[in-house]
């Protein structure tokens, strides 16, 4: 049995070929069926250009927007800064919690006599 995401792959490769194919027959054998006018290669090589153009320029205006509204990052110094305070912390820190286990197995005595 196929998964949900192999069947949309399925699906996706076979639109591909076949817009691929009807592209380039349209583009190299459109004189041989000319239904609509004889620029109708023109414009099939003018729509894709044009659609890529606009997702470069939608993809570099995205990049532009994203970097005007990110925030700066701190200073390498502010960080350090940091590192260092949460490094003195610790060991207070850790002295309470070994006072704490020291009381835990006295407790654990109590209780069990």
Known sequence: MVSK??????IIFVVCVVIGILYTVGLFFWPVVNYFGSNVPLWLLAIPVFLAFIAIMAIGAWIGWTMATTPPPKPIEEITSEIEEKAEEKPAEEAVTETEEEKKPERKKKSET
Do not use: C
């Open 5 to 10: 995401d192999q069947a949309i792959g399925g």
